[in-house]
T-cell receptor, first 114, second 111 residues
Framework: DGGITQSPKYLFRKEGQNVTLSCEQN?????MYWYRQDPGQGLRLIYY???????QKGDIAEGYSVSREKKESFPLTVTSAQKNPTAFYLC?????????????FGSGTRLTVV | SQKIEQNSEALNIQEGKTATLTCNYT??????LQWYRQDPGRGPVFLLL?????KEKRKERLKVTFDTTLKQSLFHITASQPADSATYLC??????????FGDGTTLTVKP
């Protein structure tokens, strides 16, 4: 079955460490997105990519970095510059720009700073 | 600035009744609006998309309306069931390939 796979499901980061969250899709979607969700809040856009080797900053890109070397993969690195990284991170993809056909989401990665 | 508001954080209804969730927006002119369901600890699941030139869309027990004059979308679940209990998010396309999500409304359907 096609879908989006995020790993790991849970991730613990020490202060000052960089960590990378994995996102892989086999839906043949061109566009991929990373969102952050804090308790009781909606999704906030971190980065998005409409095509391989191209990506744009979202609303809260500071302290994060991404790459899009393959159509299927869009990893997110949470750097030590992100002061409050504890959150639920969601990866999504869409076959149309801006999700005009709806977004498909992964099951999320919960990141905790210890 | 652009703003999306979903009605009260929590909505409690009795099984069999119709649940109505509201999504209001300001300073947007969205071409379409989407509704998602999110269960605790899971990613959102796409339910329905309605375009600006559509007044209403239905899918099984779900109905969405879109009033661009009022800048409002209503999401209805008829004959609600306890299994419909979840958080429901609306999302509007903003610009340049991005969508903005509301904070969600948590629906609880009591047996």
């Amino acid at each position: 079955d096609g879908g989006i796979t995020q790993s790991p499901k849970y991730l613990f980061r020490k202060e000052g460490q960089n960590v990378t969250l994995s996102c892989e899709q086999n839906l043949n979607h061109d566009a991929m997105y990373w969102y952050r969700q804090d308790p009781g809040q909606g999704l906030r856009l971190i980065y998005y990519s409409q095509i391989v080797n191209d990506f744009q900053k979202g609303d809260i890109a500071e302290g994060y970095s991404v790459s899009r070397e393959k159509k299927e993969s869009f990893p997110l690195t949470v750097t030590s510059a992100q002061k409050n990284p504890t959150a639920f991170y969601l990866c999504a993809s869409s076959n149309a720009l801006g999700g005009a056909g709806g977004y498909t989401f992964g099951s999320g990665t919960r990141l905790t700073v210890v | 600035s652009q703003k999306i508001e979903q009605n009260s954080e929590a909505l409690n209804i009795q099984e069999g009744k119709t649940a109505t969730l509201t999504c209001n927006y300001t300073n947007y002119s969205p071409a379409y609006l989407q509704w998602y369901r999110q269960d605790p600890g899971r990613g959102p699941v796409f339910l329905l998309l309605i375009r600006e030139n559509e007044k209403e869309k239905r899918k099984e027990r779900l109905k969405v309306t879109f009033d661009t004059t009022l800048k409002q979308s209503l999401f209805h679940i008829t004959a609600s069931q306890p299994a419909d209990s979840a958080t429901y998010l609306c999302a509007l396309d903003s610009s340049a390939g991005k969508s903005t999500f509301g904070d969600g409304t948590t629906l609880t359907v009591k047996p």
